[in-house]
């Protein structure tokens, strides 16, 4: 770690006033390139160096260093510090990394810089911009460096090197590769840079010349940089503005907020009102509390000390949901607007907002937007009406002038999911430990059912040949009364939905008087369970929406299952919902029947599909409220793929990120062999994925049990596919190097290099004659939001706008014939790169199950090894690849053939290629420019990083 040596209040203030400060004051922070400059003087070479000024033309202002009045911007960090923390952030060991940065940034620049009177040509480095791959993979893309001694010194060339990011991987080579050559006084040694590969992606190395002097040896260096893709790509996806922090709205309201008019909404003769559950004032203030850690340890002492339990389940999830919408409610503060102006239509004012097609934000109509103008004054809350792709329709009152003022606009968020939750978490409930915590005794059946027990007209024969479906089929409807939850616990493609939609359709034939509630996480999936229950009338099957849903979203061939008498969705009388036989709804707004009167224990059985997906006090929204002790419960899901998305630590720290279903499973009473076939079935018979494309998943996740039953045509149409590098092995991993970029105020990454690749497979596969695809039958995963944005526009303007691209979360419960992955990130700069942070969310387990288990016949992943393998999961899969010969590009720069150990650190190997780049970088520097002692190194503090956004 850098020793203390110098002074913070030259480095990050106006300057030193204590005469008896020992610390280095030669020093100056370029605020702009994050680099310190010591001693001071060189600052002014900083300044006039190409970086300095390709920055100085990017931005548009320098960082701020103030933020609110009691904050102080830290520059090398990039954050704002409230000043009573100041000395100790700069203490902190993630500050002293983010100097060491800057420092050694600094290092770079002198070691680029001529000395001594060796004249280097090509001061600003090689960058040889975008080539095609054409172009680079016949090697004639090269320039000439000359070296040229402007002194009577004797000195001569020790000799040449090239380094890259990973050590013998380089691209670049120098010719001739002389050494030990004396440097004659004006007479130029020329050499030759050229660049030769085969794959895409983006390449930086250092051309690095060393001498001998009488003084000593030193080095000059070149920096060497080049793009192989698409020149007009690249130009397309480059950032638009740099990446700079989103800065908060400071919004202050002084007075009354003027509302305006709500949406006309049909009037429902709701018999139980929905309270508010606003957040308690001593929660509120600490969840005020900034650092999160901090938030943790209070509510730790505070809210929960003892653990979940039966007799504080109430309180524990009422306040996790007020931790969750705490967050959520911040989270929307980055979607601010500043100085926008309205259109006025009629009595409605429109607002473009970037993004909302994509809901970032999420508006919906009936939702507040608080408007002020600009330099302050009367504020608004304005109620929205319209959403017509990225613009919103808004009611103000009567006083507002939207016409030529700009205001600055803040979304509010609407917190009705989180009421529904609430309301089902006070709901009394008659039999809490069977639902909640049930032990020995509330098995659904007394043993594992078998075929001959109950003979059934199957409405699906196939599950006829499938014992596990029809085990869980016939072990649904043998449940006994006062049963605890039964599970269906469906890995990918193993037809869980098939199953559960068999099992109401048995329900209802075997039991008149049956009334079946059916539910799922997302519109989506509970869509594709009415889909498939559309064998029964409009009469029987009732598909339940929110008010106001998008009608164009629903099916079309849902409508006549649906009530919708004006432009809005709405509820039937309550006589006619008792009707329904069964009824289809979102969990969420499963609220409906409680508040709308049906009785408890109106619906026999309630189903959750894809249960493994919804947070406990969601699920319990279409549970509790309603059930008796003869209410069947069946949940079906999967706790290996995506669980609820949690957007606060605190409440993910808490528990709140695991599922009602994952909680369960880890009871005793659904443990190992005791709980199988009497608590819950496990699915086995996969029909989607070739074998090559399953056995990873399977060994890693499922025990090895998953048994592939898919068609043959379907899973070996890519077979002897000039795509694979394997003829019979379906699966690629292509490996490429990138970077990382980020633009505007999105923290969203992308990775242009990665997209150019997908774009390139994309294009290959629509062309290949031999084993033809649709558009539609590829689809396209990236964990970044910008990745997809950006590969969507790619895509589109190749023609090939059909491809299906979204992220993970999109892609649960859907398949392809061809998915394409592309991780994203990547470091072509090492000493960018923070190992314990750089791979975010996607190292988690069931990110990376999903992504790798949603492709029927051909897998390819693109991603930067050298990154990736820092986890050891992804270490594993690359392993299992490359030993398959499934292998794309450059090799991997570690022992494929070692075990991988599950809770090994291999983010140290990349901290040694950090520390050896340093290293590196200090032995160029002359004697009188040794930073040795300020950038040394330990590689045992680099555990710090800017995980503020994860």
């Given amino acids: 770690m850098i020793p203390d040596k110098f002074c913070p209040d030259v480095l990050y203030g106006t300057g030193c006033s204590d005469t008896s400060c020992i610390a280095e004051h030669d020093v100056i922070l370029c605020e702009l390139c994050i680099v310190v400059c010591s001693p001071a003087s060189n600052y002014d070479s900083h300044i006039r160096g190409q970086s300095h000024r390709t920055n100085l033309q990017l931005a548009t202002t320098l960082p701020g260093r103030l933020g609110a009045e009691d904050l102080r911007r830290c520059t090398v960090c990039s954050f704002n510090i409230p000043m009573d923390a100041w000395g100790i952030h700069l203490a902190a060991p993630a500050h002293k990394k983010h100097e060491q940065l800057a420092i050694l940034r600094n290092a770079y620049e002198q070691a680029e810089r001529n000395k001594r009177g060796i004249n280097v040509s090509l001061e600003d480095g090689v960058d040889f911009g975008v080539v095609t791959l054409e172009q680079a993979a016949e090697g004639d893309i090269q320039t ?82 080049i793009a192989v893709g698409d020149y007009e790509d690249h130009e397309l996806l480059k950032p638009v503005t740099p990446f700079v922090r989103s800065r908060r709205m400071h919004w202050s309201v002084d007075g009354p907020v003027l509302p305006g008019v709500a949406p006309p909404r049909e009037i429902m003769n709701w018999r139980r009102e929905l309270r508010h559950f606003p957040i308690p004032g001593e929660l509120a203030e600490i969840l005020q509390i900034r650092s999160p850690q901090d938030t943790i340890d209070r509510l730790r002492e505070r809210c929960f000390h003892d653990g979940l339990s039966q007799a504080n389940h109430l309180d524990y999830f009422a306040t996790l949901l007020w931790i969750e919408e705490h967050r959520m409610a911040e989270d929307l503060k980055m979607y601010d607007m500043i100085g926008v102006e309205f259109v006025q239509e009629g009595k409605l004012h429109s607002l473009h907002v970037h993004g909302l097609a994509e809901k970032r934000p999420s508006v919906t109509i009936g939702d507040t937007i608080l408007v002020q103008a600009s330099g302050g004054g009367q504020a608004f809350k304005g109620m929205v009406h319209e959403i017509q792709e990225e613009r919103v329709r808004i009611n103000f009152h009567a006083s507002f002038h939207g016409t030529g003022t700009h ?203 894809e249960a493994g997906q919804a947070s406990e006090p969601e699920v319990l929204v279409a549970i509790k409220p309603l059930a008796l002790d003869d209410t069947r419960v069946i949940l079906s899901g999967d706790p290996k793929q995506l669980g609820p998305v949690i957007r606060s630590s605190v409440a993910r720290e808490f528990g709140m990120e695991k599922s009602y279903l994952e909680r369960l499973m880890a009871l005793p009473l659904y443990s190992g062999e005791r709980g199988r076939g009497t608590t819950y079935v496990k699915l086995t018979k ?265």
């Avoid at 193993?494 to 008087?513: M, S």
Wanted: proline share 6%; hydrophobic share 40%; aromatic share 8%.
């Fill in 407 to 609: 205001y600055n606009v803040r979304f509010t968020l609407n917190r009705t999911p989180l009421r529904r939750q609430h309301q089902a978490l006070v709901a009394p409930i008659r039999s809490p430990q069977r639902l909640l915590f049930p032990v020995s005794g509330f098995e659904g059946l007394e043993r594992p059912v078998v075929a001959s027990d109950l003979r059934l007209g199957l409405f699906n024969s196939t599950i006829g040949g499938n014992p596990a479906q029809l085990e869980a089929v016939i072990s649904i409807l043998q449940l006994k009364i006062g049963a605890a939850p039964f599970i269906v616990f469906g890995p990918p493609g193993t037809g869980k939905t098939v199953t559960i939609v068999e099992a109401i359709l048995q329900i209802l034939l075997l039991n008149p008087e049956a009334k079946v509630l059916a539910c799922a996480p997302s519109n989506s999936a509970a869509d594709i369970l009415a889909q498939r229950l559309t064998s029964l009338s409009p009469e029987e099957l009732f598909r339940c929406n929110a008010a106001f849903r998008e009608p164009g979203s629903l099916p079309a061939d849902l409508l006549a299952y649906s009530y919708r008498p004006t432009h809005q969705f709405s509820l039937p009388s309550l006589a006619q919902l008792a009707k329904y036989r069964v009824i289809v709804s979102t969990c969420n707004n499963a609220s409906f029947a409680y508040n709308i009167g049906l009785p408890e224990g109106h619906f026999t059985h309630v189903f959750v599909d």
């Fill in 144 to 225: 000439a460096v000359t070296v040229t001694n402007e002194t009577s010194e004797w000195i001569s060339m020790l000799h040449t090197e090239v380094r890259s990011r990973i050590p013998g991987h380089a691209k670049f080579t120098v010719t001739p590769n002389t050494t030990n050559v004396p440097l004659r006084t004006g007479q130029p040694l020329r050499f030759s840079v050229a660049f030769r590969h085969t794959q895409l992606g983006r390449y930086d190395a250092r051309l690095e010349f060393t001498f001998r002097a009488a003084a000593g040896n030193f080095v000059i260096a070149r920096r060497l940089r």
């Fill in 686 to 950: 996969n029909y989607r994925s070739h074998e090559a494309i399953l056995q990873y998943p399977n060994e890693k996740f499922y025990d090895g049990e998953l048994e592939v039953c898919g068609l043959p045509s379907s899973i070996n149409a890519f077979l002897n596919s000039r795509q694979l590098v394997s003829p019979k092995y379906p699966v690629v991993f292509h490996a490429i190097s990138g970077r990382n970029e980020r633009e505007a105020t999105s923290p969203s990454y992308f990775n242009i290099d990665e997209a150019i690749q997908v774009k390139a497979y994309v294009a290959a596969l629509l062309q290949d004659k031999r084993h033809p695809v649709h558009a539609e039958d590829i689809g396209v995963i990236a964990p970044y939001h910008a990745q997809v944005r950006k590969i969507r526009r790619l895509l589109k303007e190749s023609g090939l706008g059909t491809v299906k691209v979204g992220s993970v979360e999109e892609f649960q419960g859907q398949e392809r014939r061809v998915i394409i992955v592309s991780t994203v990130r990547s470091s072509a700069d090492l000493l960018a790169y923070d190992a314990k942070f750089t791979l975010g969310f996607l190292s988690n387990p069931r990110r990376f199950n999903v992504a790798m288990t949603r492709a029927k016949s051909l897998l390819v992943v693109v991603g930067d090894a050298a990154i990736l393998c820092v986890d050891p999961l992804w270490r594993a899969f690359m392993n299992h690849i490359f030993l398959r010969n499934g292998w794309r590009g450059d090799e991997p720069t570690w022992d494929v053939n070692a075990p991988v150990l599950t809770d090994a650190d291999y983010a140290d190997e990349l901290r040694d290629a950090i520390a050896a780049e340093m290293n590196s970088v200090m032995s160029m520097l002359p004697p009188e420019q040794d930073m040795e002692a300020e950038a040394n190194v330990e590689r045992g503090q680099w555990e710090g990083g800017d995980s503020a956004d994860w």
